[in-house]
Structure formats: C-alpha cells, structure tokens
C-alpha cells in the first residue's frame, strides 16, 4: 500500500472507532506478535525516547504513528515498569496537536527536575511551503502521570550554519548546569552535534558546534547521547551516509560510540574511534539512562527507517530491544542483557555433546521463545555454532568460524525475507579459544550477546510458526559444547 501525505498525517483523534478496531483486530491476528518485547498496539514504533527512572518506576517513552506501519505523524507513546522487565501501557503520553508539534512530537529525552520529569523533545513542523521548522521543547510530567506541554519552545530556531536537519535533545545535568546535545547537519550536508546549556531547563543558551575527530562522518548525527562511566566519557550517535567497509556499516544507517570525554567549555570531545554498538541487522537509535543503583542501561530500536518488514501488511512494525547493562572493558563497550530479566526464565533444559563434525538435536530443545545460553571450546574444528528457529524449510544460523576467528549471523533462510538488498549475512571479528552465546529469542527477533557481551547482533526474524527446531554443530573437526535453556511465556 502506497501511504500519501494526507494519510500519514491523520491522527489518531480522526479514525473512527470501528477503523481502529478493524486494525486492532488486523494486528492481534499476526503470527509475528512478540512475547516478551515492547511493541506498539498497532502501527509504527520507533525511537525510544525520555529514558528515566521518575518515582519509583522506570518510564520509557517510544515514537508512534498510530494508524499504519509507516514514518507518519508521530506521537509519545508510554509504556512504565518498577523492574525493567514487566511493562504496563500507560497510553499516549505527547500529541502532536500545538503550532510547537504539529507535525510530529519527534525524539528526545527526559531528567528529573524540582521533582517531576522534565522532557525534552523536537516538535516537527512544516509552513505552508511545507519547509521544516524544528522546534526544542518541553513537557512536564508530575508524580501522577499527569504531563503538560509548556506553550513555547524553549529553542524555537535552528543556529546560522545549520539545516532543518536538527533534533533530537538528549539532557543531562553536570556541575549544577544543565546541558543538552542535539543532532545536527551542518549546511554543507556533514553531520555534527552541538551544545546547549541552561541553569533551569527553561532558558537555554547555544554553546556552539562540539569539535571531534569525525568532521565528515556522514550527513546527518541522529540521536546523540553522551554520559559517564566510572569517570570515563561515552558519545553514542547514529550518523547517516557510511558507506559499507569490510565487516562494517552493511546497514542503511548505523549506531556507534567514542570513548572520550566531553569538556563543556572548549567544546570538544578527545576520543578514539568509532565502534558499531550492535552488529547485526535491526538496531538504531539507542537511548541509554541511569539507573537508581548507578547502572548504565540502553534500550534500542530494533528496526531501521526507509525498510519494508514483513509484518507492514499486518499492520504494524518494529519492537524495542531488551534493556542491556553497559560496562566498559579494555576500551570497548560491553553490553550484557540486565539481570532482571532472569525473571522470565520458565522450564530450563541442560545438555552437553561432543560434535565431531556433525549436526546434533536433543530433546526440549526447541522453542519459538526463549533464553539459551550456549558455550563452546573448540579442539580442531573449523567452526561451530547453532541453528534456531529450524524446519525443513527454514533456520537461522550463528557459526563460530575459527579459521577467519569471526562470528556470522545467517538469515538467508530465516523465512520472509527483510530488507536482502542489504545482505543476508552480518560478520565481526573475535578472536577467541573459547566462545558462548547468549540467545534472547521471540517470536520474530533475535538478540544475541557474543562472549559476555562483547559483541551483539539484534535482528528481527520472520519465521513460520512451526519452525521450533534448535541443533548444534561442528564443522572440520571437533568441538564440545555445554548448553541450557528458558522457555519464555509458556
């Protein structure tokens, strides 16, 4: 279905009951509803936004086009839990409706402030030229839930030097300051950040542009993100316009990180170099936040803009990620799912072989949605790994290839087929003796965390129902593994 403008800009307000119905009904039906993930109800989810822990719970805002699975008008959407893993709907949190939004209440990011929760957003709006006009503002949400937008934009203009390519607020507070970095393009179509700061979340002062070792690294830096670990700077960004190299940068935009530290007075950031947070083939757009006992956490989307997924004819599309734990370990982020989620282990299965250049299946070992944790030593093999979500017809392969010391992600087979003008194969290096994967499956995604954590692939999947197998093997020698597993939402 070919979307126009007039239908992505329908809102939610404006659909009958018996239209939402119809596509509440059009959503529940599909094979490809997630157990244990966050989705949207129907239509479109996407960036995660205002990330916080306000009043005894974690509040984890997402954007949302209501009506279809398509990049239409978007709203806020809450969703709140007191544990990370069990999530209550809290409805509609922002909507477009104000001369500040009224194209779209687009991303941004939250911080608690004279004891409510401060977030800030883009409002996306268009003149009657339909030219772009983003505005930076504010809304305020009180200890009830209840959330008020202030009137006016606390940045109502874009600064001299850049497009109407600038969004994207993420605040945080330093040295009784408050800051805030925006993503930006610059009028030459090279993407950057820049710096604002405030003593009160209301009145807001342009910085200027913040100086990296990156000056043409794409054109546009979507989702900016800066904080701390144990002292240690960390800036995460999405830059659009990376073209492929090597391994590297097979998506149609991708989500990294610097270690470096951030100097608020000379604007500028000493960091090393640009590491892809996940490897695999849906992840974008990650917002990371703290929690009350001083963990780092990040929650991602798991999709990517300007993508077709199989479930866009059943209405809806795209789901977030796990929340993961980032630690930093010899210069290189480690991400690791947060231990709340052992909350959902159900039935566990053990299972331990010797594969000598073979295939193994064991019994209960097969599912659509679970936890596996499996660990492998290699003696001569050539490579080993899994196979998940198997049929006769259909599997997901992950392979340890000791020859190249890379792991792969093989989704050629996985079912219907998402986005193969972009590959079907992802691959990173990893150089190890010993290898484990930890697998968090579901019914159309998987999240996989290489060697605790050190790498991890986040793709979604679109098998048949029926395709439950798991096997294990071994290729070009010997290999013995060790593997258990949580069935998930039984």
């Not at 060697?451 to 798991?470: C, K, M």
Request: proline share 4%; charged share 20%.
């Amino acid at each position: 279905m070919q979307w126009t403008t007039e239908q992505r800009y329908t809102r939610i307000e404006d659909v009958s009951s018996s239209e939402w119905n119809a596509l509440k009904k059009q959503v529940d039906s599909s094979p490809w509803r997630q157990t244990y993930h966050i989705q949207p109800e129907t239509g479109l989810l996407n960036d995660p936004n205002g990330f916080s822990f306000y009043n005894g719970e974690y509040h984890l805002f997402y954007q949302w086009f209501p009506l279809g699975p398509v990049h239409g008008i978007k709203y806020w959407y809450h969703t709140k839990s007191k544990d990370l893993v069990h999530w209550e709907n809290a409805g509609i949190a922002l909507r477009p409706n104000d001369d500040i939004d009224s194209h779209g209440a687009y991303s941004g990011s939250g911080i608690v402030h004279n004891e409510k929760l401060y977030l800030m957003y883009t409002g996306n709006t268009r003149d009657h030229n339909w030219v772009r006009h983003p505005k930076q503002n504010i809304a305020v949400m009180d200890e009830n839930g209840f959330i008020q937008k202030w009137t006016k934009p606390v940045i109502g203009d874009v600064p001299a030097g850049y497009t109407d390519h600038f969004r994207d607020p993420k605040v945080w507070k330093e040295n009784g300051q408050f800051y805030a970095i925006i993503g930006a393009q610059r009028t030459g179509q090279t993407g950057c950040v820049v710096l604002f700061s405030s003593p009160d979340m209301e009145n807001w002062t342009f910085e200027g542009e913040i100086e990296t070792k990156l000056p043409h690294f794409g054109y546009m830096w979507e989702c900016p993100d800066y904080f701390t670990i144990d002292g240690q700077g960390i800036f995460v960004f999405s830059p659009q316009g990376i073209a492929p190299e090597g391994d590297s940068y097979h998506n149609i935009y991708q989500s990294g990180y610097v270690l470096g530290n951030l100097n608020v007075e000379t604007k500028s950031i000493d960091h090393g170099a640009f590491w892809e947070l996940d490897r695999g083939f849906d992840f974008y757009a990650p917002q990371t936040m703290e929690a009350p006992d001083g963990r780092r956490i990040l929650v991602g989307w798991m999709g990517l803009p300007e993508m077709a997924y199989p479930t866009d004819s059943h209405g809806w599309a795209h789901c977030l990620t796990l929340p993961r734990e980032i630690t930093i370990k010899n210069g290189r982020l480690m991400q690791r799912p947060v231990r709340e989620l052992q909350q959902l282990r159900g039935t566990q299965v053990k299972t331990a072989a010797d594969l000598r250049n073979e295939v193994k299946t064991f019994d209960s070992f097969s599912s659509t949605a679970f936890e596996m944790i499996c660990s492998f030593e290699l003696d001569d093999a050539d490579s080993c790994g899994i196979e998940i979500r198997v049929s006769e017809e259909e599997k997901t392969i992950i392979t340890y290839d000791a020859l190249k010391q890379k792991v792969h992600l093989d989704r050629t087979h996985s079912g219907a087929l998402v986005n193969s003008e972009y590959g079907t194969v992802r691959s990173c290096f990893l150089a190890a003796e010993k290898i484990t994967f930890h697998l968090f499956v579901d019914s159309s995604s998987l999240e996989l965390f290489v060697n605790d954590g050190a790498e991890v692939f986040t793709s979604r999947l679109f098998p048949s129902e029926d395709s439950a197998g798991i096997r294990f093997f071994a290729k070009g020698g010997r290999a013995s593994c060790q593997a258990v597993k949580w069935t998930i939402g039984e």
